[in-house]
């Protein structure tokens, strides 16, 4: 069965919480039981070497007298033991031989010879608990030459005191049990509570209500990082979902508008009749437009796989150059058509690694801007190997870009003249998609523009070869 934390915590805490009360008690009696050990015996010792000296100094001849004077002597030992006993809560008993028989005196306690088992006088020496008068009674037996004796203490109060304090804890250690797992429950109740507003707050965020956030929790501990963490991350969901969303919906408005206007132009085409030059013209046209259609698909297919990991970069080793010069020769004479001279600068021989159909990708939608852009001037590209980077360069002297769109130029759909744009074909993903290649090999890319004065595009690729 698996407990809840809650549980879990409430069970460590109690168990840890018993065990430290457990070991504490133990600790305690241990104690206590020593001391009070300990005080009956030092009073005991004290008695037995007061007996001793007091018996050898003038009662030895208890132990040979006989007649009169044997009972002056014994009734003078009564009265000394009476003397030195009666007041306190202690007795003695003595058994001194006297001619083979065994004569008893005893002191303190009335009749406390009585109360001694009839062959506790046959025991060992050593201590013993006994019970006299419904008291508790700690007494020591020894032996001398003269004869046997038990000196007795009292040692009820003590144990008294010990008796109470056992029951006492006997009530205490379940009662502190009570508490410490109700405590415990509701330390852990507190601790927890910030998890399950926290869990009832996840519930209500989904992808249609991604502006919900955890609620904040203010102190600064583990769990307060943790919904922060959480927090951040739904931002970052929120984020990626709302750019998809926006590029869904970029994406086929995009399609939809040269759709539309193919659409027309078939329908007039059904009603018209034509001649078939104008019918080779107008196929020409429409061919066309399904083939820039086709690259829009293409460009969303890219990023779309792109976004999602997806595409499969695919490095190999080949000649830098010969891949701008293709470029640059088709350039030459697409550049032709309009007053426009292109140069291609230090066309050296360049070995490079990376994925040779984004590269072509890549300095094909350059170009491609560069030739749209520029009705007039030139274009110059420039390729060099600068370090372990390779630099490429192009720059042309066409329209320019405002300052207060470059920073958005590399976004998806971007374009700085809608109307301009749809009038060159542009679909706003060419730059983005060079962004995502440039990346792709771990390289820059920056746009430099005046406006009416022309565009610089820098881009640099470290060489980073394979061995
Ligand atoms: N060489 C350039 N000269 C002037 N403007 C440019 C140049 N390159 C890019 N731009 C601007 O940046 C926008 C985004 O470029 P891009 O992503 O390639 O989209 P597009 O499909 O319009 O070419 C273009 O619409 C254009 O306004
Ligand atoms: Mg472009």
Redesign the pocket.
Known sequence: MRLTIRSRLTLWYTSAFFIVLILLLAVLLWELQHQLGNEARKVLQIEENWLSTFIDSEFLPLRTLAGEKYLNLAANLREELDERYGLKQQFVVLLIANHGANGKFSGGLKGADKFLASDFFLRRAGSYNVMIAERRYRVRLFRREWGTAAVGVENETLWRVAEETGEILIWLVPLSALFAIAGGWLMAKLALRPVVSAAQAAEAISMENLKERLPAYADNDEFGALVATLNRMVERLAEGVTRLQRFTQDAAHELRTPLTILRGDLELAYQDEKTPEETRVWVQKNLDRVITLGQIVDNLLLLARSDAGSYPINKTLFRFEVILREIFEDLQILAEERAVAVHLENGEPLEFYGDKLLIRRLLL??C???L???SQGHIALSLRQVGDVIEFI?S?T????PAS?LPH??DRF????KS??SA???????????KWIVDAHNGTIA?T?EEMK??T?RVTLPLSHPF
Do not use: E, M, P
């Open positions: 939608n350059l491609d801007n560069a749209k852009y520029t192009i042309d066409g329209i320019g870009i769109d130029i590399f971007y374009r700085v003249d301009r744009a060159t074909g542009g679909s706003g993903l060419g730059l983005a998609i060079c746009v523009s022309g565009t595009v």
